[in-house]
């Protein structure tokens, strides 16, 4: 989680390519094998994709966290390892947990995936056109990002949110590659309004959210913030420099406490929902790390499939 910092955004780096089934596996494997993989000429073989895609995988892979730089070089991370390694929780992106968990990633990720972050953080129409989209966006940046940036940028950062978080429609014209799905498409959380040039982006009671990347999400702003209790208002709609889990995941605030509940009844040594002065609270009853809590999801699976 990197809060926003109005001298530390960037916008673009994607090289106009939505994160694809395939990509953070494939990138943390290479860089596991070969810390200097993207600066090598053979890259577009050892990676099997043009050599246009390269510094967009780079950068996927880095933003969502599995990868971390280190002078010249990529290093795995201790949460890339433990999903992605041959031996990890969910190397094949197989787990709808684990596809959450990457949205929140990206969204929460003010510092590398500054107009994600506020599209899902600070963007809160419902319905919208692409435009209005870029319209707002600009607006934002304006007043409250001070790194260089164009309006040619952020049209791109607009376009590929909206490609990469909705179901590809494949087309004749274009290469195959370009219909392939993101994985956050299965989400749910942008739709196209048929025969209208607008989207919606709605909070909505999202029972299918799995508890692993919400609880994630509840720990990482407690090791944030460094508070034994914060207001549910937090959780939903943040302070606008930290991403709150109702606004990412887009959830009515119905949906929000009914989460909190199921996350204090999954781990109640450590959270506790209480009302104090009219003001509902959670209360972190013992630390717990962001880590814990995908382990705590991920292991257990792992026993409950082996043991069926």
Same mark, same amino acid.
């Given at each position: 989680?990197?809060?926003? @910092?109005?001298?530390?955004?960037?916008? +673009?780096?994607?090289?106009?390519?939505?994160?694809r089934f395939g990509w953070v596996a494939k990138g943390y494997a290479a860089c596991r094998e070969d810390p200097n993989?993207?600066? !090598?000429? /053979?890259?577009i073989v050892t990676l099997g994709?043009?050599?246009?895609?390269?510094?967009?995988?780079?950068?996927?892979?880095?933003?969502?966290? #599995?990868?971390?730089?280190?002078? $010249?070089?990529?290093?795995?991370?201790?949460?890339?390892?433990?999903?992605?390694? %041959? %031996? +990890?929780?969910?190397p094949y992106l197989e787990n709808d947990a684990t596809i959450w968990l990457l949205h929140w990633l990206l969204a929460a990720n003010a510092t590398d995936a500054t107009s994600m972050f506020w599209f899902f953080n600070r963007f809160h129409k419902p319905e919208f056109s692409a435009k209005e989209l870029h319209d707002a966006l600009l607006e934002f940046c304006n007043e409250n990002i001070t790194t260089r940036f164009s309006q040619s940028t952020l049209?791109? /950062?607009?376009?590929? @949110? =909206?490609?990469?978080?909705? &179901?590809?429609?494949?087309? *004749?014209e274009g290469p195959f590659e370009e219909s392939l799905d993101s994985p956050l498409s299965t989400l749910g959380l942008i739709t196209s309004i048929d025969g209208t040039r607008h989207y919606e982006s709605r909070? %909505?009671?999202?029972? *299918?959210?799995?508890?692993? &990347?919400? +609880?994630?999400?509840?720990?990482? @702003?407690?090791?944030?913030? !460094?508070q034994a209790a914060l207001p549910v208002e937090q959780f939903m709609h943040g302070d606008g420099c930290l991403?709150? &889990?109702?606004?990412?995941?887009?959830?009515?605030?119905?949906?929000?406490?009914? !989460?909190?509940?199921? =996350?204090? *009844?999954w781990l109640p040594r450590h959270f506790e929902l209480r009302e104090t002065a009219g003001i509902r609270q959670v209360y972190q009853l013992a630390s717990i790390s &962001?880590?814990? #809590?995908?382990?705590?999801?991920? %292991?257990? $699976?792992s026993v409950s499939e082996a043991t069926a």
């Open positions: 989680m990197n809060p926003l @910092i109005a001298n530390k955004a960037s916008f +673009g780096r994607h090289e106009t390519f939505p994160l993989v993207f600066e !090598k000429d /053979d890259a994709v043009g050599k246009n895609m390269i510094s967009a995988i780079r950068y996927w892979i880095t933003a969502v966290g #599995v990868i971390s730089t280190q002078g $010249r070089s990529l290093m795995p991370t201790d949460l890339g390892t433990a999903i992605f390694s %041959e %031996e +990890g929780w969910d049209k791109h /950062d607009v376009t590929l @949110i =909206l490609r990469m978080y909705q &179901p590809a429609r494949p087309s *004749r909070p %909505e009671f999202r029972g *299918r959210l799995p508890l692993a &990347p919400f +609880g994630f999400a509840v720990a990482e @702003i407690f090791e944030q913030v !460094k991403a709150a &889990p109702g606004s990412v995941f887009r959830l009515s605030q119905e949906c929000l406490v009914r !989460k909190l509940e199921e =996350l204090v *009844r &962001p880590y814990q #809590v995908l382990r705590t999801h991920y %292991e257990v $699976r």
